[in-house]
């Protein structure tokens, strides 16, 4: 296996249902993504998880949490969500450069998401 | 705010042609500017991407022209083929802050 790999690729899931989203990177990165893909709108970021610390976007539902357990795997646990979750959740790895101002982030490698519908 | 905006929306070109897709910043600290490929049922995958200060970038059938001035810059596909059709997003980012833009859909008919 190479490069980023998510599943399932797709998820129908029931609003009282709990589920979990897995992504594997395989590029030996030090930081990993969840976004989220809604039609016509920006790719918004969820969660970060770089130089094992954690940092989120605070307009993210707690029905959604993240869990980190090494820097090649991520998981992103649901629970009761509503139908306006549906979207396409990517996952994505980059390798963070150090430099004197801080950490830069050159590029993603994106999987190919899963596609996720709540009804 | 929208830190980046991408137009067109939705674009359809005759194979041979050139696509043309704009993006614009505001912020003069991005330092770091690629734009994304994505096809159906994948998820994006970096096409090529400029640092200001060049104007411009190309790779193949893909250029970036960058104008540092205006704050703008696009993305041209040469030679447009079947196969360039895909959703585009332009980003533009410094140190881990990473913003994309909407996205174009772009369509090359035979």
């Known amino acids: 296996e190479t490069g980023v790999t998510q599943t399932p690729r797709h998820l129908v899931m029931g609003m009282t249902n709990k589920k979990s989203l897995k992504c594997e990177q395989h590029l030996g990165h030090n930081a990993m993504y969840w976004y989220k893909q809604s039609a016509k709108k920006p790719l918004e970021l969820m969660f970060v998880y770089s130089l094992e610390e954690r940092v989120e976007n605070n307009s993210v539902p707690s029905r959604f949490s993240p869990e980190c357990p090494n820097s090649s795997h991520l998981f992103l646990h649901l629970h009761t969500l509503q139908p306006e979750d549906s979207a396409l959740y990517l996952c994505?790895?980059?390798?963070?450069?150090?430099?004197?101002?801080?950490?830069?982030?050159?590029?993603?490698?994106f999987g190919s998401g899963t596609r996720l519908t709540v009804v | 705010q929208q830190q980046v905006k991408q137009s067109p929306q939705s674009l359809i070109v005759q194979k041979g042609g050139i696509s043309i897709i704009n993006c614009a910043y505001e912020n003069t600290a991005f330092d770091y500017f690629p734009w994304y490929q994505q096809f159906p049922g994948k998820g994006p995958a970096l096409l090529i991407a400029?640092?200001?200060?060049?104007s411009e970038k190309k790779e193949g059938r893909f250029t970036i022209s960058f104008n540092k001035s205006a704050k703008q810059f696009s993305l041209h596909i040469m030679d447009s083929q079947p196969g360039d059709s895909a959703t585009y997003f332009c980003a533009a980012t410094y140190g881990n802050q990473f913003y994309f833009g909407t996205g174009t859909s772009l369509t090359v008919i035979p």
């Open positions: 994505a790895s980059s390798q963070l450069q150090h430099w004197d101002r801080g950490y830069s982030n050159y590029g993603y490698t």
């Open positions: 400029i640092r200001p200060d060049v």
